[in-house]
C-alpha cells in the first residue's frame, strides 16, 4: 500500500516537471536559432526576397527597419560582401535592428558570440543590447585581415525570458553602408572556484564564451569595466582595445585549450583584483607564449602586482612557444590588483596589418614563502630553512634570497 501511494504521488510529479521543463525550453550553448542565416525565408534566397522588414521574413528572428539577407560573393557598388560564415548572412540599414527572445536562467551569466564585417569605409558601429544592458561595438579597428571578426559580450540575465537585440545605431548618408552580422552563438557561464594555492579566478582562461569549433581567428573580448559580467569570468578589459581569446585548435595555447593573446599594446590591458592578506610575500606567475599566428617578434608583455611592475620580453627555448614568468610583491591590503598589457603593437607577417601580440595563460597568485615553494627551498639546508624565491625567464634562471 505504501508502495502504491508513493508511486502515485511520484507519477505525476513527473510528468509536471517534464511540462514545465519543456515549456520553459532554456536556450542551449551553441548557435542560436538560425543564428548563421541559412535557414531558408518564406519567399527564398533570392535578392527581391532577401530585403526585409517585419516579422517572420527571417526564420527565428523579428527584424525592424531595413535588414537584408546578404549572400556570400554577392556585389554591392562594385564591392563583393563579406560573409563571415557560410552562404548567408545580414546586413543591417541604418537604424535597422533585428532579435531574438531566448529562454534564460534568471540570474545567471552568459556570453554571445558574433561574427561581424563593416561594408563601407568609415566608421561603423553595431549595438548589442540584452535590454537594460547595452553596448556599442566600434568595427573601425580590423583586428584581421578576412575583414571580419568574432566579438563576444556578457549579461546577467534579469528575466526567464530576454530579447537578444543586434542594432546598428548609424545614420550613414549611403543606405547600402551598415555592418554584416552572422553566426550568432550563446553560452552560460560558470565562474570557477580558485584552486587553494591560487588566488587567481579563471587563471587558465578556460572558462570563457563560445568559440565555434572552425573559428580560426579566436574570439574579441572588447572592452568591459564590470567584472561581474565579463565574457571571461574573473576578469575585467579595462582599455578601450579588445584583446583576442584564442583556443589550442588554431593557436598555440600554453596549457590546455584556451588563453588570452593581448593586442594592441597599452590600450589592451586585462585585470584582475586578487584576494590578498597585507603585508604577506606573494608570487605572480604565468606563462608567457607565442600563439604561432605569424606575429612579428619582438614580443614583450608589461605585468603589474599591487605595486610592482615588470617588462618581460619573450625568449623561450627552441623548443617551446612559452615560458613561465614570475613577479615578486608584497600585498598592500585585501584586494591587490594584477594586469598584463603588450609592450608592442605587433602585426602578423604573413599580412602585416593583423594585429596580434603575447599570449599570456595559466595565471597564479600564491602566497610565498617557504612552505610550498620547493624550487626555492635549497636541498641540503636544514634545521631553519632559507627561503629562496627563483624568478624564471626563458632557460636562465635567477635566484632572489629574501622573502
Ligand atoms: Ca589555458
Not at 540584452?130 to 584581421?144: H, K
Not at 584582475?272 to 603585508?279: L, R
Not at 617557504?370 to 636544514?382: S, Y
Request: hydrophobic fraction near 35%; proline fraction near 6%; include cysteine.
Amino acid at each position: 500500500m505504501v508502495l502504491s501511494s508513493t508511486r502515485c504521488k511520484w507519477f505525476p510529479v513527473n510528468v509536471l516537471l517534464l511540462l514545465t521543463y519543456s515549456a520553459t525550453a532554456l536556450v542551449e550553448d551553441g548557435l542560436l536559432p538560425n543564428g548563421d542565416f541559412e535557414a531558408t525565408p518564406p519567399g527564398g534566397f533570392s535578392s527581391e526576397a532577401g530585403l526585409s522588414e517585419g516579422e517572420a521574413t527571417i526564420p527565428s528572428w523579428k527584424s525592424n527597419g531595413t535588414v537584408e539577407l546578404v549572400e556570400s560573393g554577392q556585389k554591392q557598388g562594385g564591392m563583393i560582401l563579406i560573409v563571415p560564415q557560410g552562404a548567408h548572412a545580414v546586413r543591417l540599414g541604418n537604424d535597422a535592428e533585428i532579435s531574438q527572445e531566448i529562454a534564460v536562467e534568471k540570474g545567471s551569466l552568459y556570453s554571445i558570440t558574433f561574427s561581424a564585417a563593416r561594408t563601407c569605409a568609415q566608421l561603423e558601429s553595431l549595438n548589442v543590447s540584452v535590454p537594460p544592458a547595452s553596448q556599442n561595438i566600434d568595427l573601425q579597428t580590423l583586428y584581421s585581415v578576412q575583414g571580419w571578426d568574432s566579438y563576444a559580450l556578457a549579461f546577467q540575465a534579469e528575466e526567464d525570458n530576454v530579447r537578444v537585440v543586434f542594432r546598428n545605431p548609424g545614420m550613414e548618408d549611403d543606405p547600402t553602408c551598415g555592418p554584416i552580422i552572422d553566426n550568432i552563438a550563446i553560452k552560460k557561464l560558470f565562474v570557477p572556484d580558485n584552486a587553494k594555492d591560487n588566488a587567481v579566478v579563471n587563471g587558465d582562461f578556460e572558462e570563457g564564451p563560445w568559440m565555434f569549433r572552425n573559428a580560426s581567428l579566436g574570439v574579441l573580448l572588447p572592452t568591459k569595466l564590470d567584472e561581474e559580467t565579463s565574457s571571461l569570468p574573473g576578469w575585467i578589459f579595462e582599455s578601450n582595445r579588445a584583446v583576442r581569446y584564442i583556443d589550442s585548435y588554431h593557436f598555440s595555447v600554453p596549457g590546455s585549450k584556451r588563453a588570452i593573446e593581448l593586442l594592441s599594446g597599452k590600450e589592451g590591458i586585462i585585470s584582475q583584483m586578487v584576494e590578498t592578506k597585507p603585508n604577506k610575500p606573494y608570487r605572480l606567475t604565468f606563462s608567457l607564449g607565442h600563439a604561432r599566428d605569424s606575429c612579428k617578434q619582438p614580443l614583450a608583455i608589461m605585468a603589474f602586482a599591487g605595486d610592482q611592475a615588470q617588462n618581460i620580453h619573450y625568449t623561450p627555448d627552441s623548443n617551446s612557444t612559452f615560458q613561465t614568468a614570475n613577479l615578486n610583491f608584497t600585498a598592500k591590503a585585501q584586494r591587490t590588483r594584477v594586469a598584463f598589457y603588450s609592450v608592442y603593437y605587433n602585426t602578423r607577417t604573413d599580412d602585416m596589418s593583423s594585429l596580434c601580440g603575447p599570449v599570456v595563460d595559466d595565471v597564479r597568485v600564491e602566497q610565498s614563502g617557504c612552505k610550498g615553494i620547493t624550487p626555492g627551498f635549497l636541498g641540503g639546508v636544514f634545521g631553519k630553512p632559507n627561503c629562496y624565491v627563483w624568478t624564471q625567464t626563458k632557460s636562465k634562471t635567477e635566484k632572489y634570497k629574501g622573502i
